[in-house]
């Protein structure tokens, strides 16, 4: 793509590949970060997309390029579910990245238990307070954090890892989303109906796309082909396609061929 507004645009040759180039980036963030903060704040996503990438993480050289213990993770959204069931995105996190390293001694990434941040659902399921009670906390405990506020008043994340819905959604911000009028940094999201499955959630605002230092949005596979060119086509409009969000400067849309077969040449 061309623009000083444009993302970069990517595309390797299958999932494989892609997964290896969002990690590369991936680290490459992480460690610029704390060079220069002291601390790395990466907010990752659920469903398929993340998990090859985080075994490309778990993998040399990667591994011992990320200083994990200065690496602060967050949410971009999920399930109102226990964090140990299967629809949450957390899940694939823990069985990866905090799981013992494949063919090592039994030893783990130097993650720190108090810089992992998931959305808590649990104490929310526990306490009775509902997907909102789970979204008043987790905002105050990313304000707590002390990141860096842009001039729209929301955090500034180093990076933000992004799958994109065949609908054109972000975070849960589904299409026509009543988050792009709040100034709320994490939201409940009714369940969808359009979408599976049809579940409570919690997300992100989609300005803290806006505001990240970067954005990967990672897709791959021949169903998200359509998406992908109306995302990057010539029509704009976030609240129809919330994804447009991610497309700007300091992003990098890292696709494979099959997603990528309906883009111009």
């Known amino acids: 793509m061309t623009g000083s507004n444009e993302p970069v645009v990517e595309v390797h040759d299958d999932p494989a590949a892609a997964s290896r180039a969002a990690a590369e980036h991936l680290a490459t963030a992480l460690g610029e970060a704390v060079t220069i903060r ?5 907010t990752t996503t659920g469903g398929s997309t993340p998990v090859q990438i985080y075994r490309e993480l ?3 050289p990667l591994r011992d390029r990320v200083p994990w213990d200065r690496v602060h993770v967050w949410w971009g959204d999920d399930r109102f579910v226990p964090r140990d069931a299967r629809l949450s995105n957390v899940l694939p996190l823990d069985q990866v990245l905090g799981a013992p390293i494949p063919g090592g001694d039994g030893g783990r990434l130097p993650l720190l238990p108090e810089a992992i941040h998931p959305i808590p659902m649990g104490d929310a399921i526990d306490a009775g307070t509902g997907p909102v009670g789970a979204a008043r906390a987790y905002e105050a405990e990313l304000r707590a954090a002390g990141l860096p506020v842009a001039p729209s008043g929301f955090p500034i994340l180093d990076v933000v890892l992004i799958g994109v819905g065949t609908d054109g959604h972000l975070f849960s911000v589904f299409p026509d989303s009543a988050l792009f009028d709040s100034t709320a940094w994490v939201a409940a999201v009714p369940a969808p109906s359009h979408v599976e499955p049809h579940v409570e959630r919690v997300s ?17 596979g021949e169903a998200k082909a359509d998406i992908v060119a109306t995302v990057l086509g010539p029509e ?24 990528a077969a309906r883009l111009p040449a």
């Open 38 to 42: 002291g601390r790395a704040d990466w």
């Open 58 to 60: 778990t993998a040399q």
């Open 236 to 259: 704009r409009d976030p609240r129809r396609w919330p994804a447009q969000v991610a497309r700007r400067r300091g992003a990098v849309w890292i696709l494979d061929r099959a997603a």
């Open 204 to 220: 992100l605002n989609p300005a803290i796309a806006s505001a990240a230092r970067l954005v990967l949005v990672v897709m791959h």
